[in-house]
């Protein structure tokens, strides 16, 4: 227990002194100087994006690139570098290494169901963004979205799902109720208002998310997942 509570303190330390460095540009945001696991993730904002969808083009076309696993695990064993950061549902269809064509280490990934940045995950993408030095973060929602779905339904039907799944609705809540007046269907209305109520969330999150992406080091976008050629449309 000693050993876990100092381990602990010692990532938070490492956090709060990386977010305070991105804050004032101190020299504790500075990059590690040790060789990058993967010097061709090393990338600016646009440039990363520019490279995931066009993993997204090769997926969707079935020429997805092979990838040696084994060379990469041996890169990856003294640490990473990811060239951008997916909040993904936990769908069992929606597999972003999958969707973007990627390697491992290329995509530090977080998923839940409905997609949403609860602190957890927000706290999870702020590592990614100030300690990893990941410039792309992507809110990936998509189409028939069982989370969002369950949660229209509860709030039409005015009742409380079993166990823990409240809290899935909660979450997924707003964006339901901000898209129940729009014209169109329902459901698409509200995964596509969820994704965007996302973004807008880790754009605006203080003090790391909020202060890399005015410093121009991080851009933060949404997208759709579509189940039947899965291709991903871009809501900026």
Same mark, same amino acid.
């Given at each position: 227990? +000693? ?6 303190? %010692? ?12 804050? $004032? ?26 490279? $995931?969808?066009?993993?997204?083009? =090769? ?5 997805? %690139? ?70 792309? $973060? ?17 709030? !039409? ?32 209305? #509200? ?9 807008? !969330?880790?754009?605006? #999150?203080?003090?790391? $998310? ?6 121009? !080091? +991080? ?6 997942? =579509? ?10």
């Amino acid at each position: 227990m +000693l050993f876990a509570a100092t381990s602990r303190r %010692r990532f938070l330390q490492s956090v709060g002194g990386a977010a305070a460095g991105l804050a $004032l540009g101190s020299p504790a945001f500075a990059k590690d100087t040790k060789a990058l696991p993967k010097p061709q993730n090393e990338l600016p904002p646009d440039a990363a994006l520019d490279r $995931l969808m066009k993993g997204n083009v =090769r997926y969707v076309d079935g020429v997805s %690139r092979r990838h040696d696993f084994k060379v990469e695990r041996e890169a990856l064993v003294g640490g990473q570098n990811p060239y951008a950061g997916i909040l993904s549902c936990a769908d069992s269809r929606i597999a972003p290494e999958y969707a973007f064509d990627s390697g491992r280490g290329d995509l530090f990934v977080c998923r839940v169901a409905g997609n949403f940045a609860n602190d957890d995950t927000v706290a999870s993408l702020e590592y990614a963004v100030a300690i990893l030095n990941t410039p792309l $973060l992507l809110v990936l929602g998509h189409e028939s979205c069982g989370a969002v779905s369950a949660t229209i339904k509860s709030l !039409k039907d005015n009742t409380t799902l079993p166990g823990h799944l409240p809290s899935l609705v909660s979450n997924i809540a707003p964006a339901v109720k901000a898209s129940m007046d729009q014209p169109g269907d329902q459901l698409q209305n #509200a995964i596509r208002r969820n994704v965007v109520d996302n973004v807008v !969330k880790l754009r605006s #999150a203080t003090p790391i $998310l909020s202060v890399a992406v005015a410093e121009g !080091k +991080l851009k933060v976008i949404g997208g759709i997942y =579509r189940l039947s050629d899965g291709k991903v449309e871009l809501i900026d």
